[in-house]
């Protein structure tokens, strides 16, 4: 298994003392994604020979916070030279001659692109059942789906191949496989990670244009910080101190408890246990309703509805929480070629309203599968949404268990 699934800050110490190497480390993760890809088909392209080469010219005391750090893109995000497909056939062949503004920035901090993730078919699914070069397995049961469209990334983070990937979520696609595969999935209000240079086939309409995010998806919280302390654009909405560093503020969060999702009976008995949880940290909590309901995709008012958003839903909470999932994670059978086989119930409003978002571990369902918390913001609330992901995830410890490799 690559490194023990150390975490960045772990690996970053441990090549910055000389301990190991960049090239080292880049090559467990290689090795790794080489072995288990076999059985998950998580990656649609492993590049050892370039990951190899990044991690050659990485120094010792190379200051950035990813130097060495080996991570994976979705296919649906260009990196020069290496094939981006979208998970279709369509552009199987398709070699981007430049990067992603994210993939600029990744490699300017010294991260070490390893290889792209496996997706639904321009990235237009929620269970990675119709990607044109397979399904994903998920880690912790083949037989079941590793949610979508960013399956292939959760899947790759959750079995120990790297340490974060950088995904797309227009109606959930990053946080839902990460609730399926036990890992950490976040997103951005809207427009906080630029995201120039993602395969247009995934927008399909303007509809898809509004929706989407740039995510992130790795084990833990400070993880997700570190890579979107590199990410995230500057501006003036956004404290200086950097989301990191942010993590370890005393402020007390009003919580808004959401009673109006929709969820099956092994799902709700996850959220009331994690909700326990959550009032043991001290935060002041009330139940509220989330607008869940589909607002009707209407790109011109969409504007206008992310301004009215923050005076119905945070007049007096400043998160919402909420399930991830409505249901236990779908057999891969039972799904077949249905695209929305998981259903987006409970996150699409996020995105509709350009809200930041996080799903995190929060327990397993009776066949042992994991379940996912998701925590919702205010537009440019990440601080307070990380905040909370960071202590809950610190006093369940759900994100210390990994499926067997």
Known sequence: ?????KNISELRNSISSGATTARAVVESSVN??????????????????????????????????????PIAIKDNICVQGM??????????????????????????????????????????GSSNENSAFGAVKNPWDTSRVPGGSSGGS????????????VDTDAVGSCRLPASCCGVV???????????????????????????????????????????????????????????RAALDNTRKLRIGVVDNFKADKEVAGAFERAVAT???????????????????????????DRKVVVERSFANNDLLVLPTTTATTPDANDAGANP??????????????????????????????PLGLQIVGKPWGEDDVLHLAYQYQNAASWSTKHPAS
């Open 83 to 124: 094939q981006t497909s979208c998970g279709s056939r369509i552009l199987g062949d398709y070699h981007p001659p430049y990067n992603a503004t994210v993939i600029e920035r990744l490699l300017g901090a010294g991260a070490v692109v390893i290889g792209k993730t496996n997706c639904d078919e321009f990235a237009m």
């Open 154 to 165: 959760a899947a790759a983070v959750a079995s120990g191949m790297c340490c974060a990937t």
């Open 32 to 69: 790794a994604a080489e072995k288990l890809n076999e059985k998950l088909n998580a990656f649609l392209q492993i590049d050892r020979a370039g990951a190899v080469k990044r991690a050659e010219a990485i120094k010792t005391d190379s200051a950035s916070p990813l130097a060495g750090i």
């Open 340 to 369: 929305l086989a998981l259903s987006p119930h409970n996150t699409l409003f996020a995105n509709y309203y350009g809200l930041p978002a996080i799903s995190v571990p929060c327990g397993f369902d009776t066949k042992g599968l």
């Open 185 to 243: 999935g976040f997103k951005g209000t809207y427009g906080l990670i630029n995201s120039a240079g993602i395969l247009e086939g995934e927008r399909a309409d303007e509809a898809i244009l509004w929706l989407s995010h740039l995510g992130i998806t790795t084990r833990r919280v400070e993880d997700t910080t570190i890579v979107l302390d590199v990410l995230a654009e500057e501006n003036e909405r956004r404290e200086a101190v950097g989301f």
């Open 278 to 304: 959550l009032h043991e940290l001290g935060h002041p909590m009330r139940n509220t309703a989330a607008p869940l309901d589909n607002p009707g995709f209407n790109t011109r008012s969409i504007e206008a």
């Open 1 to 5: 298994m690559f490194e023990d699934r």
